[in-house]
């Protein structure tokens, strides 16, 4: 596992990218987090509840390109690891989360 470079605490990500896209838009559900830590690479440990790496602070859903953009200034600029993801069919592990307190 590899730690975050960011100072800031993981309820504060969550608050400062819920503030950048309301909430409605962040997903903090623990189950959720799970899942979105692992792609098919770690299908069978997930099936079986085992999540060994960081799970994700948050899962955000932006709606438009000013907001993508809102994100990533924010993450470059207090050092906040972000995962982009689809579908999750990653089969080499790619698009885990690998970093502590990312979304």
């Known amino acids: ?3 975050s470079r960011s100072d800031l605490s993981r309820s504060d990500i969550v608050r400062a990218v819920t503030d950048l896209l309301g909430a409605d ?4 559900d623990e189950q959720r987090l799970r899942l979105a830590s692992v792609d098919r690479f ?4 997930s099936v079986h509840g085992i999540f060994e790496g960081p799970q994700p602070a948050a899962i ?3 709606t438009s390109t000013d907001e993508v953009a809102a994100l990533l ?5 207090e050092l906040v690891a972000v995962v982009p993801r689809s579908g999750g069919t990653s089969t080499e592990g ?3 989360t690998v970093v502590d307190d990312a979304w």
Do not use: I
């Not at 200034?73 to 600029?77: I, N, V």
């Open 1 to 3: 596992m590899v730690v």
């Open 25 to 28: 838009q962040v997903d903090t």
């Open 42 to 45: 770690r299908k069978y440990t």
């Open 60 to 62: 955000v859903y932006p």
């Open 73 to 77: 200034d924010f993450a470059h600029r």
């Open 94 to 96: 790619g698009l885990e």
